[in-house]
């Protein structure tokens, strides 16, 4: 945060003007970007005598990141070298900064003569920019500079989202080179979650629980980690509309409705795992008598008018009778909407 404030001052200060005066303003209402990209990345760096050279350039005298190198071709964003892709190029230079002074007097022959002297040949990759030590604004910036484009992946609720807002990083879930797939599977955003999150992964371990470690549910159904309009990261605009994707016939509306306990389902649930059957904040009889006097039924068969006739029994389990306890369209016997049927 610190990072883009000063940045976005600089800019406010002097280069708006700037520009202004040699442009006229009609310029800043373009979707280009700001300044040139090769700008932002050599104030990342802060190394304004390095130019860019292009991969090819980069690794001409090298074999070290042939792996790496084919894995991103074979990438979405390293397809995006394509010219008529229409698209902003990716390529090495994009993320790690231009690369002319790492590779400085670096040629195949060179490298091959150490070779015979047995010394590895690395290029001055501190001239880089050194990516894992950038705070972590700083790294997303890398990615956002991109990925705020309306060309890419909408990422436009980043920046205050919880994530960004705690120092997590792009980086913090997406690794660039691990494979040529750069998508995150749902299977694996257990794992990637529960690395920073282990209270929830407990949650998920609990008797009763949404069953993701069995790969039927993903933190993603109902969360999205880059942020959004909603609380808790939720993808959908409240906790009742995230759940009856999944549960409909809980939506209603009903005739006889739970009256407004019903709109947010965590009234009586926890989302992701409880020790109580059906994911209840509380067993029965406790969870109904936070809000309800228990009740006996004065004939022993059940059924008869509520009452505190001496002799009849209370009942734990009220869902027992009172099984249309999310809302129906069916009347109780005496006519109101009891949720006995
Ligand atoms: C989209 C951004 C991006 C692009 C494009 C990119 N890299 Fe990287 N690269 C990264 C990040 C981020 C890391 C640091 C990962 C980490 O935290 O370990 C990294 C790390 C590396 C490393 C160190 C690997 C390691 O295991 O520590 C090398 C070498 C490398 N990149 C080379 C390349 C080459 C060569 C290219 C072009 C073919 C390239 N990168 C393109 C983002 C990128
Ligand atoms: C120079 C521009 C640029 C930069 C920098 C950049 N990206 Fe991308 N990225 C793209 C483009 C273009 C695409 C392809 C269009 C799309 O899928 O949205 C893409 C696609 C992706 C995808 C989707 C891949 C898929 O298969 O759908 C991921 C994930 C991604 N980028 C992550 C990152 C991360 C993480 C960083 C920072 C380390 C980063 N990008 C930096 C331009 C960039
Ligand atoms: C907390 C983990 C996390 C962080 C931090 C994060 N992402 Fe993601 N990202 C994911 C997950 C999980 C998905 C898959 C989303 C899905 O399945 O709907 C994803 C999907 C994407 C995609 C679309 C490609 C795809 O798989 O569909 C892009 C592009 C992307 N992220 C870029 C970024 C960038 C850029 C940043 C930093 C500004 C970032 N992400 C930060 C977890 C994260
Ligand atoms: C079935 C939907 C659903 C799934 C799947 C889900 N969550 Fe949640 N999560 C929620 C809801 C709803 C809330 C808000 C609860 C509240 O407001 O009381 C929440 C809250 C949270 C919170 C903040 C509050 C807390 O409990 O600490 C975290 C962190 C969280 N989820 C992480 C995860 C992770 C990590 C995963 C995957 C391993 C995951 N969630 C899977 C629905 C879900
Ligand atoms: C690198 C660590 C890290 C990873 C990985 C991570 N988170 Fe978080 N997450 C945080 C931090 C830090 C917070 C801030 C609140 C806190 O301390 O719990 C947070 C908060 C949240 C919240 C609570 C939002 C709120 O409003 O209270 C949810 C939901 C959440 N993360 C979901 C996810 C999901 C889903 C994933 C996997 C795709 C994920 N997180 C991966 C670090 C992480
Ligand atoms: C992505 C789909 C999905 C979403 C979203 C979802 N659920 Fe579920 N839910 C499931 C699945 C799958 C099961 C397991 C059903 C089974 O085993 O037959 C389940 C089971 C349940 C159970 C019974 C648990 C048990 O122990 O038997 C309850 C209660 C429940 N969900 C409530 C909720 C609530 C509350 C929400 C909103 C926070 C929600 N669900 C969101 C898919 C979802
Ligand atoms: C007033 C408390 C209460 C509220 C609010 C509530 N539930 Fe329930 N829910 C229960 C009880 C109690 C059970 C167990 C029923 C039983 O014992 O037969 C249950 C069971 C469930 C089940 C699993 C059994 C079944 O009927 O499919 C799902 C799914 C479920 N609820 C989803 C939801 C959703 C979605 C919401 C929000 C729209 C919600 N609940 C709101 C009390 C509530
Ligand atoms: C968060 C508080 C809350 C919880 C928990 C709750 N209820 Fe309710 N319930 C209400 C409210 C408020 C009403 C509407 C009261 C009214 O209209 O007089 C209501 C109405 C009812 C009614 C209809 C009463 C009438 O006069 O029409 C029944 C039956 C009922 N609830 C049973 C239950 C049962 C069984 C449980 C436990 C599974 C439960 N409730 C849990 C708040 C709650
Ligand atoms: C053996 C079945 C049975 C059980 C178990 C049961 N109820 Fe009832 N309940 C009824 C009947 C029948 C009525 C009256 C229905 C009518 O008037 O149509 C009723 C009425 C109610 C009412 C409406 C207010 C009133 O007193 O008229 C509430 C609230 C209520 N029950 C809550 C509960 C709670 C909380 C529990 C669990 C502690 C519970 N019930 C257990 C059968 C039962």
Same mark, same amino acid.
């Given at each position: 945060?610190?990072?883009? #404030? ?26 280009? /970007? ?5 700008? =932002? ?15 090819? %350039?980069?690794? !001409? ?8 190198? *084919?894995?991103?071709? !074979? ?7 394509? *010219?008529? +892709? ?29 070779? *015979? ?34 060309? &890419? ?12 807002? %705690?120092? @997590? ?19 694996? &955003? ?16 609990? /008797?009763?629980?949404?069953?993701? %470690? ?15 309009? +909603? ?9 009742? !509309? ?18 407004? @306990?019903?709109?947010?389902?965590? %009234? ?24 309800? @006097? ?8 059940? #059924?008869? *008018? ?8 209370? =009942?734990?389990?009220? &869902? ?9 369209? &069916?009347?109780? =016997? ?8």
């Amino acid at each position: 945060m610190f990072f883009r #404030g000063r940045f976005l001052n600089t800019f406010s200060l002097f280069i708006i003007p700037l520009l202004c005066s040699m442009s006229g303003c009609s310029t800043l209402k373009g979707s280009k /970007p700001i300044l040139p990209i090769k700008k =932002y990345e050599k104030m990342i760096v802060g190394r304004f005598d390095a130019d860019y050279v292009g991969t090819t %350039n980069c690794l !001409a005298a090298c074999h070290a990141h042939d792996r790496l190198r *084919k894995y991103f071709d !074979a990438s979405t964003m390293g397809a995006q070298l394509k *010219k008529e +892709s229409g698209l902003p190029l990716v390529d090495c230079e994009s993320c790690h900064g231009p690369g002319s002074l790492a590779i400085k007097g670096l040629t195949r022959k060179l490298v091959e003569e150490n070779a *015979k002297k047995g010394i590895k040949t690395t290029c001055d990759y501190k001239t880089l920019i050194d990516l894992k030590a950038l705070p972590a604004p700083a790294q997303s910036l890398i990615c956002l500079k991109c990925h705020t484009a309306n060309a &890419t992946f909408n990422l436009h609720n980043w920046n205050a989202s919880i994530h960004a807002v %705690n120092g @997590v990083s792009c980086f913090d879930c997406h690794t660039v080179h691990k494979s040529p797939d750069l998508k995150v599977r749902p299977i694996d &955003t257990g794992r990637l979650c529960f690395r920073c999150h282990q209270t929830t992964q407990v949650e998920f371990s609990l /008797p009763s629980h949404h069953p993701l %470690n069995e790969g039927r549910v993903f933190c993603t159904d109902c969360h999205d980690p880059h942020g959004g309009s +909603s609380a808790m990261l939720l993808r959908k605009k409240s906790i009742k !509309a995230t759940c009856v994707q999944c549960h409909p016939e809980k939506r209603g509306p009903f005739v006889f409705e739970h009256a407004d @306990v019903a709109a947010d389902c965590m %009234n009586c649930h926890t989302p992701h795992g409880s020790v109580n059957n059906n994911l209840l904040v509380a067993r029965q009889p406790f969870l109904c008598l936070q809000c309800h @006097v228990g009740h006996r039924i004065n004939s022993p068969a059940g #059924g008869g *008018k509520a009452s505190a006739a001496i002799g009849s029994a209370f =009942y734990s389990k009220c &869902t027992d009778c009172h099984s249309g306890i999310h809302g129906t369209d &069916t009347p109780s =016997y005496s006519g109101q909407g009891r949720f006995t049927q």
